[in-house]
């Protein structure tokens, strides 16, 4: 378990990071979320020790990253957003490398790097040149550096940034992997990445922490129950109309045409408010048949434009 206690990171008068508390539990996949600039890579690397905090706490199982570095560190994997690698070593090279770094034992390197070979799925370019490698190859040679040493939890800075879509998927799945055998840390600004992988979020802004908990409960706590997705035979702009004027109605956006003659929206309600029933009679009324009318459950997106939004007002 790693726990982050008040950590506050300053450059000269600007704060990267600000007062920034959150727990790491031990064997869970974590999403670590925000935008450009949110203060991510800043948290990453107070965590796993490559920067130091101006103040606050980071303990790895008990230990403090600043007062017990080589024992905490154990610990932790990490793959930066720019893999550490030496491009003019093979593979095989640069990872038992990277083995004597950690201290692991020269008589069990060949094993253990044969497990991570397998895990990766590297096994084919273990003796290439890094540098003739694809950037999705380099990639799961940067993780594979953070395997080395078989620590409890793996940290990944943005591990999918310019990778093309087979490859994203595939680290994807290494990550899924993972998550069965290690704790995992995944920083991301992709939202879609995130809801994908992971159990819980902590969504950072502006360098503060503005939600953290599972996808199940952030989604209930934002708007559950207030969406829903209809389809209506009639013309749009009667309709929409029709649908602004209800009392509760908050939004009515036209989604386009899915069956000839009918229009799709898209129909929040305000918060406790539900327009069904009103809804349905009015329509009727106005002699607009229903075709489909199907609640809408909150993503995550629509979470982490709520938080972010309120959090930049709050400012």
């Known amino acids: 378990m790693i726990e982050i ?12 990071v600000d007062d920034v508390t959150f727990t790491i539990n031990e064997g869970e996949v974590l999403g670590f979320l925000g935008r450009n600039g949110a203060g991510k890579s800043t948290t990453m690397n107070i965590v796993t020790g490559y920067i130091s905090a101006s103040s606050g706490q980071v303990l790895v199982d008990g230990m403090d990253i600043l007062e017990e570095p080589r024992e905490a560190k154990r610990h932790i994997g990490y793959l930066p957003e720019q893999p550490p690698l030496y491009m003019d070593m093979t593979v095989e090279e640069y990872l038992r490398f990277v083995c004597d770094i950690k201290e692991i034992r020269r008589q069990s390197q060949k094993a253990h790097l044969e497990d991570i070979y397998e895990l990766v799925r590297i096994q084919d370019v273990r003796r290439r040149l890094i540098k003739n490698l694809s950037k999705g190859y380099k990639q799961r040679v940067g993780l594979a550096q953070a395997l080395v040493g078989n620590p409890d939890v793996i940290i990944m800075d943005e591990p999918t940034v310019g990778l093309d879509p087979r490859q994203i998927i595939e680290i994807r799945r290494l990550i899924r992997d993972l998550g069965k055998s290690h704790t995992v840390v995944l920083s991301s600004h992709i939202l879609h990445e995130v809801s994908d992988v992971c159990d819980r979020v902590v969504i950072i802004n ?85 075709l489909m009318l199907q609640p809408m459950a909150a993503t995550l997106e629509d979470i982490f434009l709520q938080l972010t939004n309120e959090s930049a007002k709050e400012e």
């Open 5 to 16: 206690k008040n950590v506050t990171k300053r450059y000269g008068a600007n704060l990267a």
């Open 206 to 290: 502006r360098g503060k922490i503005v939600a953290q908990d599972s996808l199940e409960n952030l989604t209930k706590g934002i708007g559950e129950g207030t969406r829903m997705m209809l389809r209506v035979v009639g013309a749009e702009k009667p309709v929409q109309r029709l649908l602004r004027e209800l009392p509760g109605v908050s939004l009515a956006e036209p989604m386009g045409v899915k069956e000839p003659g009918s229009v799709d929206f898209m129909v929040e309600s305000q918060p406790g408010s539900d327009v069904r029933r009103q809804l349905g009679n009015a329509l009727i009324a106005g002699g607009y048949p229903i």
